[in-house]
């Protein structure tokens, strides 16, 4: 059995549950891992220089500017962050060193930006024959010193933008691979067996009317009460369900509105997929989770793209739009409009065809580089090419019966 550490954090929320997602899967599948997740923040909270100052944990900071729909801070508020990670970068380093003299193991895979530096000069001095794996939990990089660093030596991308980075810095096209989307759930995989009208009726809405879900993650986001004074007071015929996460004041302040068109309001649920086999479109942030979610049921997606939108989510709208699997609005104020031109008839029909055709098996395909990863690296440890290395191991996906 080999072993595997996954190298996550708390901001944001995605990067766990990439990281658990991965977990389940290989463990419940044939391939021989042991798996140990690693949360770096605890890992490095002797020299969480925030938290000792402000009682504020720097992943607690940054779910509070999501929650607040203070994105417009993350632009600086990231330079402050890198150069920080620079000034304490030895002794970070160091932290790791010693947590990898501990806790040996064959195999790192990141799913976090900002320190994969730091985890690269870490794991090579105490691991020599450990493989280092970057995995970007966003379509695309933000370069500089964001997912993609020089001293990555395997890196597992989701998009075709995302590869073309890494090459562009100089990494051997063998040692960058590429993904059919995000990681997601396995759960996300398995739609709920139920009777969508029923199910409808039972949640005080009415089958007859199309559904939207609202969702900004675990934390949620005030541009939710734009979205439903908006959506409430256009001509629209639908109703909507709001997934308010962990933000208790915002689902109060929604129930507050006095909606006049059907609506459901949930703080934080572990029913997510449950909602979306009940919706028909969804609204919300343009993160790769949510929107990643949002496709896999089938779902076109409405998001919006302004200056509030964080850095490493911009090009995310882009993205939708090139593949046809959703709309982008320059600001929620309009979001009345987008959906009316979305729920048009031939064009919500051609959304849902382009929807459906989209296919994304990371959470599976991954288990199976890992594998090739680990082969090669022990081929090389012996001093010879890798036969290996130009092996496509997406070209068969009927062993997972995902074809």
Known sequence: MHDLTIVFHDAGGGHRSAAGALKTVLEQQYHPWNVTLLNLQELLEPIDFVHRATGLRIQDGYNLILKKGWTRLTPPLLTLFQRTIQLHHSRIVRILRTYWAQYPTELVLSVIPHFNRCLAQSIRPEMPNAAFVTLLTDLADYPP???IVPESEFIICGSQLARRQALAMGHAKERVYETSGMILRPSFYRKPEIDQAAETLKRGLRPDLPTGIVMFGGQGSASMLEIAKRLDQS????????????????????????LTKPAVIEGFTTQVEYFMSLADFFIGKPGPGSISEALQFGLPVIVEHNARTMPQERYNGTWLVEKGLGMVVPDFREIGTAVEQLLTKA??????????????YAVFEVPLILDQITAEKAIETMGVVSPLASVDPFTNMAWAGLT
């Open 145 to 147: 010193n964001f997912w």
């Open 235 to 258: 001509s629209n015929q639908l109703q909507l369900i709001f997934l308010c996460g962990h933000n208790l004041e915002l689902a109060t302040r929604l129930r507050s509105l006095g």
């Open 347 to 360: 064009t919500f029909a051609e959304f849902r065809r382009n929807v459906s055709a989209y296919k994304n």
